[in-house]
Nanobody, 125 residues
Framework: QLQLVESGGGLVQPGGSLTLSCAAS????????IGWFRQAPGKERERVSC????????YYAESVKGRFTVSKDSAKNTVFLQMNSLKPEDTATYYC??????????????????WGQGTQVTVSS
């Protein structure tokens, strides 16, 4: 069974940066698109970003475009989310998830079948 482990969350001041990591193991499919989602208290889980299996294409929510960058190191089976110019509204628990597909598509949440445990990101002064 595919396992995903996130790391890199923490407390950062507005305007600061963080890089989240998602390490994958236990592959059961030939292809996986890896997505990042986030959920703030009292809000629904929302899509943030995604990278295709090849790393050649990506998806970003409008709220993070130009500030976040998703990438992958296939040799290490790890996906990264570089977050710059962080805002208080970015505060949430961030989850990585895997879709057994080559591509992210529009990141339909029900197509992501494996989830990590989440890592907390808090943006506050």
């Amino acid at each position: 069974q595919l396992q995903l482990v996130e790391s890199g969350g923490g407390l950062v001041q507005p305007g600061g940066s963080l890089t989240l990591s998602c390490a994958a193991s236990g592959f059961t499919s030939d292809y996986y698109a890896i997505g990042w989602f986030r959920q703030a208290p009292g809000k629904e889980r929302e899509r943030v970003s995604c990278v295709s299996d090849s790393g050649g294409s990506s998806y970003y929510a409008e709220s993070v475009k130009g500030r976040f960058t998703v990438s992958k190191d296939s040799a290490k089976n790890t996906v990264f989310l570089q977050m710059n110019s962080l805002k208080p509204e970015d505060t949430a628990t961030y989850y990585c998830a895997a879709r057994p597909s080559q591509y992210c598509g529009s990141m339909p949440i029900d197509r992501f079948t494996s989830w990590g445990q989440g890592t907390q990101v808090t943006v506050s002064s």
